[in-house]
Protein backbone atom coordinates (compact mmCIF):
# COMPACT_ATOMS: atom_id res chain seq x y z
CA UNK A 1 0.00 0.00 0.00
CA UNK A 2 1.34 3.54 -0.56
CA UNK A 3 2.64 5.08 2.40
CA UNK A 4 1.11 8.86 1.98
CA UNK A 5 -2.17 6.80 2.09
CA UNK A 6 -4.14 7.58 5.14
CA UNK A 7 -5.78 3.63 5.48
CA UNK A 8 -2.59 2.19 5.15
CA UNK A 9 -0.93 4.66 7.72
CA UNK A 10 -3.44 4.25 10.35
CA UNK A 11 -3.40 0.74 9.99
CA UNK A 12 0.25 0.86 10.38
CA UNK A 13 0.50 3.32 13.01
CA UNK A 14 -3.23 3.03 14.90
CA UNK A 15 -3.64 6.74 14.45
CA UNK A 16 -2.47 9.38 11.61
CA UNK A 17 -2.74 12.51 10.15
CA UNK A 18 -1.70 14.82 6.90
CA UNK A 19 1.56 16.86 6.83
CA UNK A 20 -0.60 19.86 7.60
CA UNK A 21 -3.87 19.99 9.79
CA UNK A 22 -4.79 23.82 9.63
CA UNK A 23 -7.83 23.82 7.82
CA UNK A 24 -9.15 20.57 9.51
CA UNK A 25 -8.53 22.09 13.09
CA UNK A 26 -10.23 25.41 12.01
CA UNK A 27 -12.99 23.64 10.55
CA UNK A 28 -13.02 21.23 13.67
CA UNK A 29 -12.83 24.09 16.21
CA UNK A 30 -15.85 25.38 14.26
CA UNK A 31 -17.82 21.81 14.73
CA UNK A 32 -17.01 21.72 18.27
CA UNK A 33 -18.63 25.13 19.02
CA UNK A 34 -21.66 24.69 17.75
CA UNK A 35 -22.45 20.45 18.17
CA UNK A 36 -24.34 19.59 21.19
CA UNK A 37 -24.48 15.89 23.33
CA UNK A 38 -25.81 13.66 21.45
CA UNK A 39 -29.54 12.76 22.46
CA UNK A 40 -29.79 9.32 24.94
CA UNK A 41 -32.31 7.15 23.45
CA UNK A 42 -30.73 4.05 24.42
CA UNK A 43 -30.68 2.35 27.39
CA UNK A 44 -27.60 -0.26 28.70
CA UNK A 45 -28.70 -2.90 31.09
CA UNK A 46 -25.08 -3.76 32.25
CA UNK A 47 -24.84 -0.41 33.80
CA UNK A 48 -28.31 0.81 34.25
CA UNK A 49 -27.94 4.08 32.24
CA UNK A 50 -28.71 5.84 29.06
CA UNK A 51 -26.29 6.30 26.24
CA UNK A 52 -26.42 7.97 22.72
CA UNK A 53 -26.93 5.05 19.47
CA UNK A 54 -24.91 5.34 16.73
CA UNK A 55 -27.99 6.75 14.73
CA UNK A 56 -28.13 9.63 17.43
CA UNK A 57 -24.28 10.23 17.08
CA UNK A 58 -24.84 10.28 13.16
CA UNK A 59 -27.64 12.42 13.24
CA UNK A 60 -25.78 14.52 15.95
CA UNK A 61 -22.34 15.21 14.06
CA UNK A 62 -23.84 15.14 10.28
CA UNK A 63 -24.99 18.94 9.52
CA UNK A 64 -21.97 19.84 11.47
CA UNK A 65 -19.41 18.28 9.87
CA UNK A 66 -21.39 18.89 5.91
CA UNK A 67 -21.67 22.75 6.98
CA UNK A 68 -17.91 23.14 7.92
CA UNK A 69 -16.67 20.90 4.79
CA UNK A 70 -15.86 17.77 6.99
CA UNK A 71 -16.63 14.25 6.28
CA UNK A 72 -16.02 11.03 8.32
CA UNK A 73 -15.36 7.59 6.79
CA UNK A 74 -15.65 4.40 9.22
CA UNK A 75 -14.13 0.94 7.34
CA UNK A 76 -14.56 -1.83 9.33
CA UNK A 77 -11.00 -4.02 9.38
CA UNK A 78 -9.72 -7.26 11.25
CA UNK A 79 -6.23 -6.67 12.98
CA UNK A 80 -3.60 -9.64 12.41
CA UNK A 81 -3.91 -10.59 15.59
CA UNK A 82 -7.56 -11.31 15.22
CA UNK A 83 -9.11 -8.13 16.82
CA UNK A 84 -12.61 -6.97 14.78
CA UNK A 85 -12.75 -2.95 14.67
CA UNK A 86 -12.84 0.04 12.39
CA UNK A 87 -10.71 2.70 11.13
CA UNK A 88 -11.68 6.12 11.36
CA UNK A 89 -10.79 9.22 8.51
CA UNK A 90 -12.11 12.77 9.09
CA UNK A 91 -11.51 14.54 6.21
CA UNK A 92 -11.74 18.46 4.95
CA UNK A 93 -12.35 19.35 1.62
CA UNK A 94 -8.72 20.81 1.93
CA UNK A 95 -7.68 17.21 1.56
CA UNK A 96 -5.97 17.20 4.92
CA UNK A 97 -7.38 14.25 7.11
CA UNK A 98 -7.15 13.23 10.61
CA UNK A 99 -7.59 9.48 11.70
CA UNK A 100 -7.52 6.63 14.52
CA UNK A 101 -7.94 2.65 14.85
CA UNK A 102 -10.16 0.82 17.35
CA UNK A 103 -10.40 -2.94 17.90
CA UNK A 104 -12.06 -5.35 20.39
CA UNK A 105 -10.76 -8.79 20.67
CA UNK A 106 -13.05 -11.65 20.22
CA UNK A 107 -12.75 -15.12 21.39
CA UNK A 108 -12.17 -17.82 18.75
CA UNK A 109 -14.82 -20.79 18.20
CA UNK A 110 -17.75 -18.50 19.07
CA UNK A 111 -21.19 -19.65 17.56
CA UNK A 112 -22.64 -16.26 17.05
CA UNK A 113 -19.74 -14.83 15.61
CA UNK A 114 -21.14 -12.80 12.74
CA UNK A 115 -23.86 -11.17 15.48
CA UNK A 116 -20.76 -10.38 17.53
CA UNK A 117 -18.69 -9.10 14.76
CA UNK A 118 -21.79 -6.63 13.83
CA UNK A 119 -22.13 -5.08 17.15
CA UNK A 120 -18.19 -5.04 17.76
CA UNK A 121 -18.42 -2.66 14.94
CA UNK A 122 -21.52 -0.51 15.53
CA UNK A 123 -19.56 0.25 19.06
CA UNK A 124 -15.96 1.02 17.75
CA UNK A 125 -18.54 3.19 15.26
CA UNK A 126 -20.00 4.92 17.89
CA UNK A 127 -17.20 5.61 20.36
CA UNK A 128 -15.06 6.74 17.46
CA UNK A 129 -17.17 9.05 16.00
CA UNK A 130 -17.83 10.99 19.42
CA UNK A 131 -14.12 10.69 20.21
CA UNK A 132 -13.17 12.17 16.97
CA UNK A 133 -15.47 15.10 16.42
CA UNK A 134 -15.72 15.48 20.47
CA UNK A 135 -19.14 15.44 21.83
CA UNK A 136 -20.44 13.67 24.53
CA UNK A 137 -22.69 10.64 24.57
CA UNK A 138 -23.78 9.25 27.77
CA UNK A 139 -22.88 9.42 31.97
CA UNK A 140 -19.53 8.55 33.17
CA UNK A 141 -19.98 4.91 33.86
CA UNK A 142 -16.98 5.07 36.80
CA UNK A 143 -16.24 8.16 38.70
CA UNK A 144 -19.57 9.79 38.82
CA UNK A 145 -21.48 7.32 41.05
CA UNK A 146 -18.49 7.44 43.86
CA UNK A 147 -19.55 11.06 44.34
CA UNK A 148 -23.48 10.46 44.34
CA UNK A 149 -24.85 11.08 48.26
CA UNK A 150 -28.25 8.93 48.81
CA UNK A 151 -31.35 11.86 49.84
CA UNK A 152 -33.34 11.07 52.50
CA UNK A 153 -37.36 10.23 51.18
CA UNK A 154 -39.27 13.33 52.25
CA UNK A 155 -41.33 11.48 54.78
CA UNK A 156 -38.20 9.59 56.58
CA UNK A 157 -38.38 10.82 60.44
CA UNK A 158 -35.16 12.03 61.71
CA UNK A 159 -33.31 9.50 63.53
CA UNK A 160 -32.89 10.59 67.32
CA UNK A 161 -29.18 11.50 67.96
CA UNK A 162 -26.79 9.21 69.59
CA UNK A 163 -23.69 9.50 71.16
CA UNK A 164 -21.29 8.64 68.86
CA UNK A 165 -19.11 5.37 69.44
CA UNK A 166 -15.14 5.80 69.25
CA UNK A 167 -14.06 4.48 65.99
CA UNK A 168 -11.74 1.22 66.11
CA UNK A 169 -8.28 1.82 65.83
CA UNK A 170 -7.49 0.14 62.31
CA UNK A 171 -5.28 -3.05 63.05
CA UNK A 172 -1.57 -3.36 62.29
CA UNK A 173 -0.53 -4.32 59.30
CA UNK A 174 -3.77 -3.61 56.97
CA UNK A 175 -3.49 -2.05 53.61
CA UNK A 176 -5.32 1.26 53.56
CA UNK A 177 -6.74 2.66 49.95
CA UNK A 178 -3.91 2.63 47.43
CA UNK A 179 -3.39 6.75 46.39
CA UNK A 180 -3.72 7.15 42.96
CA UNK A 181 -1.07 9.62 42.39
CA UNK A 182 1.25 7.15 43.68
CA UNK A 183 4.07 5.54 41.54
CA UNK A 184 2.29 1.65 42.37
CA UNK A 185 -0.93 2.71 40.93
CA UNK A 186 0.76 4.42 37.36
CA UNK A 187 1.95 1.09 37.62
CA UNK A 188 -0.87 -0.81 37.85
CA UNK A 189 -2.75 1.51 34.58
CA UNK A 190 0.52 0.42 32.74
CA UNK A 191 -0.09 -2.93 33.37
CA UNK A 192 -4.23 -2.27 32.19
CA UNK A 193 -2.60 -0.66 28.89
CA UNK A 194 -0.18 -3.59 28.22
CA UNK A 195 -2.55 -6.20 28.96
CA UNK A 196 -4.63 -4.51 26.36
CA UNK A 197 -7.85 -3.10 28.01
CA UNK A 198 -8.87 0.52 28.92
CA UNK A 199 -8.97 1.35 32.51
CA UNK A 200 -12.44 2.24 32.53
CA UNK A 201 -13.52 -0.75 31.17
CA UNK A 202 -11.68 -2.53 33.92
CA UNK A 203 -13.43 -0.20 36.61
CA UNK A 204 -16.79 -1.08 34.91
CA UNK A 205 -16.35 -4.65 34.74
CA UNK A 206 -15.28 -4.47 38.47
CA UNK A 207 -18.98 -2.35 39.45
CA UNK A 208 -20.67 -5.01 37.28
CA UNK A 209 -19.22 -7.74 39.37
CA UNK A 210 -19.36 -6.34 42.47
CA UNK A 211 -16.01 -5.58 43.50
CA UNK A 212 -14.40 -2.56 43.85
CA UNK A 213 -12.74 -0.27 41.42
CA UNK A 214 -9.12 -0.08 41.11
CA UNK A 215 -8.61 3.34 42.13
CA UNK A 216 -11.00 2.06 46.08
CA UNK A 217 -8.50 -1.14 46.59
CA UNK A 218 -6.26 -1.78 48.82
CA UNK A 219 -2.20 -2.15 47.62
CA UNK A 220 -3.11 -5.70 48.34
CA UNK A 221 -6.08 -5.74 46.56
CA UNK A 222 -4.01 -3.81 43.71
CA UNK A 223 -1.37 -6.67 43.32
CA UNK A 224 -3.65 -9.51 43.10
CA UNK A 225 -5.48 -7.59 40.48
CA UNK A 226 -2.52 -7.07 38.37
CA UNK A 227 -1.53 -10.96 38.83
CA UNK A 228 -4.81 -11.98 38.20
CA UNK A 229 -4.79 -9.96 34.47
CA UNK A 230 -1.89 -11.07 33.84
CA UNK A 231 -3.02 -15.01 33.97
CA UNK A 232 -6.19 -14.86 32.63
CA UNK A 233 -8.16 -11.63 33.58
CA UNK A 234 -7.53 -9.50 30.92
CA UNK A 235 -9.38 -11.95 28.53
CA UNK A 236 -12.12 -12.51 30.98
CA UNK A 237 -12.52 -8.87 30.74
CA UNK A 238 -12.67 -8.47 26.99
CA UNK A 239 -14.93 -11.61 26.73
CA UNK A 240 -17.68 -9.50 28.95
CA UNK A 241 -16.98 -6.33 26.72
CA UNK A 242 -17.68 -8.77 23.74
CA UNK A 243 -21.09 -9.66 25.36
CA UNK A 244 -21.99 -6.33 26.09
CA UNK A 245 -21.58 -5.20 23.02
CA UNK A 246 -23.35 -8.00 21.22
CA UNK A 247 -26.21 -6.98 23.73
CA UNK A 248 -26.45 -3.48 22.17
CA UNK A 249 -28.72 -2.49 19.56
CA UNK A 250 -27.75 -2.46 15.94
Known amino acids: MDSDNPLAIVLRDGVG ?61 RSTDGAFGTVAILMHKSGEWLGGSLAIPVSDGRSNLNHIVGSILTYCRRYQLSSIIGFATGEDVDGNHANQKSKPKSNQKPKAKTK ?49 RPSEMTQAQLDKCEKWLDRDGAEAVQEWLGKLAADEPQ
Open 164 to 212: PKPKPRPELGVSQRIDTKSPRFIGFQACVTRAGLNYYDLAAWCKAHNRP
Open 17 to 77: MSPTIGELTAALASVQAEITPAEQDAYNKAFGSKYASLKSCIENAKPHLAANGLALSQLPY
